[in-house]
């Protein structure tokens, strides 16, 4: 048959295709019972019409697939083919189910080889998704068991099918369309002779799958991120900083972004109220920007509630309980509420210029748009840390940073692309840029903001969503859908979190309260 005479149309199937229907059921099932009577047809289409799908070509039913709902936890339970089956072999579907299970994909013998199965599964995949189901499940037979039985068990030959050493051609088939082995069911059909009774349960999760409780709070899966390339430049006050920050918070939030994001100690020009003589003294400097946090935190934290949008407060310096100093990202709930993310790894300028020391604490943030992790500049060139963010189910990295030069900017630019990549999350990029000549350490900013994705065919070319003109103050913005995340970490072209090698290495995070004095387990 040439692909040119092929008309093939998905639908529904109807009772008037029983004719049809039943004629290949008898050719395809005759070795156990051929096909269900047109009353049990009838029942299963008036009680699931959409889980009932066929191809036809030019009117001739070549392919069917029939399935009903059933509850989850019974069916992920050992059970039989009968169970599904009532009085008057009358299927048993179950509107309130949470899951599908299916019940029979077969294809008329002519119209093997184009790959019309796939069609039909991805048709169910599609259903289960729009019905915000759990999984689809599945009694699958393993007709070709009979040939070696004699010589391996049934999870042998299961473990043979999987490494493809024997092709079975449900189960081969079944696995290559992303179902999974679950456990082995026996006597699930006892007249089926070639499998000598045994099937596989498998499974398909739905990974977009949403509990009705956690439906009703409408996770928010669309989010509008927006970044302030910010000049560095000289103020005269404090009450001047505050006033552009409320300036450009003000805009983000008539764009309706949930997101405001800041580069690394944006507010670094207030150092300049000192005169240049005061300024040689770098850490007198440093303690005397530390001295402006608490106002920063409090307005910042006050614009997010009435602008109704997080803030990604940049960094600023703050005065630890030791007295000691630390570059710290603010993040500013919308709701009110403040939580911080301090600088880990110090750069040797910070270092030798200013004594600033590395925090201790790493976490992934909880927010009305979706699991974020802040790592202030240099941080992100330590991958590590992004994957420990990544596996606690960040969706989004923020990366407020300062550069001087272009070789700096791309340093933190390429190791933040990376991080997108490997940990599969979008990545935020903002800077500063600017000359302030008047300003110790502030002589020169290099910076283009940008906002990465993962690299895959629901991205960008480039995986590049999003990124400012270098060197230009200006604001930027990037919707981000959180599904697609979702998407490639399941059944990306490559699915990078998925497939770590677990047993080879680990990473861990180590537990450093005993530098708060708090009590350790000596067990």
Known sequence: MSLDDLHLTLRNLTLDDYPQLESLMDAVYHDIGGAWSRHTIEKL???????????EDDGRLVGIALTVRVDYDEFTNPHKYDDLIGKREVILDAPEGDAMYGLDVLIHPDYRGYRLGRRLYDA????CR??????????????????HAEELSPTQYIDRVARKEIHDPILSFQLANDFQVKRLLRDYLPEDERSQGYATLLEWNNFLYE????????????????????????FDSVEAVLQQVEYFVDALSDYKSDFAVFPELFNAPL???????????????????????????TELSRMAVSCNINIIAGSMIEVGEDDRLYNVAYLCHRDGTLERQAKLHITPQERRDWVIEGGDDLQVFDTDAGRI???????????????????????????PFWTDTKNGYLRVRHCAQARAIENECYVVLCGSVGNVPSIENMEIQYAQSSV??????????????????PNTEMIMFSDLDLTRLTMVRNEGSVTNLKDRRKDL???????????????????
Request: charged share 25%; proline share 5%; hydrophobic share 45%.
């Open 45 to 55: 289409i008036e009680s699931f019409p959409d889980g009932q799908v066929v191809i």
């Open 124 to 127: 169910r995949k599609e259903l």
């Open 130 to 147: 729009s019905l915000n189901l759990r999984a689809i499940l599945a009694g699958g037979r393993i007709p070709q068991y009979h040939q």
């Open 211 to 234: 509990p009705a409780e956690l439906v009703l709070d409408t996770r928010k899966t669309q989010v509008r991120v927006g970044a302030v390339q910010w000049q560095m430049r000289e």
């Open 271 to 297: 150092m300049g109220l000192q005169n240049r003589a005061a300024q040689q003294d770098q850490m007198a400097a440093i303690r005397f920007l530390a001295s402006f946090t608490e106002q920063f935190k």
């Open 373 to 399: 992790g802040i790592l202030i500049c240099y941080d992100v060139e330590f991958p590590e840390l992004p994957r420990l963010l990544a596996e606690q189910e960040m969706d989004i990295l923020f990366v």
């Open 452 to 469: 990465f994705s993962p690299s895959d065919f629901a991205f960008p070319h480039d995986a590049v969503l999003s990124e400012t003109t």
């Open 505 to 523: 290495f680990d990473l861990r995070w180590r537990d450093w309260s005993w530098k708060s004095g708090a009590d350790l387990d000596e067990s």
